[in-house]
């Protein structure tokens, strides 16, 4: 056919979101230099979940450097719905956008009573790995984060993908560390997702391909067949 995917199945390129550059958890001095090193993307994702000094360091630390939107990820470590939700009123005050998975996957009823009452959407990360968990997610979080690592490919992502919106879910597009052949086959995706992560290329040196580029912090796709990619 010699068409990218993402013209395959009819998708917008111009819809792409922005894609977050990951700060993760670390002292001060060094969030303050992974911080800097994110100016050129208008999204910041930070890691939270270890305790709420070490937490509320991390995004205060941030917010000395820039004002940049920052999404949330807190990997399943808030334990206590309640502080949870004071959490997520202190994290709002402060320019934040989305949570991810702020409570154990094993907690549903808590994480739907903790959606309901929250005003940031609650995205599953840990919860949501194939097809077949989206359907239990529908009222106990906002969305699903869609990760080709987890869900075997582009194949049950884009199946995920029609799902999610028919039960009126929102959609994040995310990635582990990977080479830019994962990203660029991730980034087909994007053009319906109203966040991505998308940077696990950046983490590696190693990186043998060539594919989606991030032009001034927003994914690009190009018009090559498949997944748009070249190796090295």
Known sequence: MGQPWWKIWGFNPATTPNTSFTVGLDTEEVVKEKTREASPYKVIKVKLGRDEKTDKMMVNTIRSVT???????????????HYALD???????RNVNMIEQPMSKYLLDETAWLTEKSPLPIIADEACQRLVDIPKLKGAYSGINIKLMKCTGLRE????????KALHMRLMIGCMTETSCAISAAAQI??????????GNLLISNDCFKGMQIVDGKITLNDMP???ITKL
């Open 190 to 199: 994007a053009p319906e997702t109203e966040w991505a992560d998308l940077d």
């Open 87 to 93: 959490m997520i009123h202190w994290l709002n005050e």
């Open 226 to 228: 498949g997944i748009g």
């Open 67 to 81: 004002n940049t939107m920052i999404c949330v990820d807190a990997n399943q470590g808030w334990k206590d719905k």
């Open 157 to 164: 992502a884009r199946e995920m993908v029609s799902l999610a």
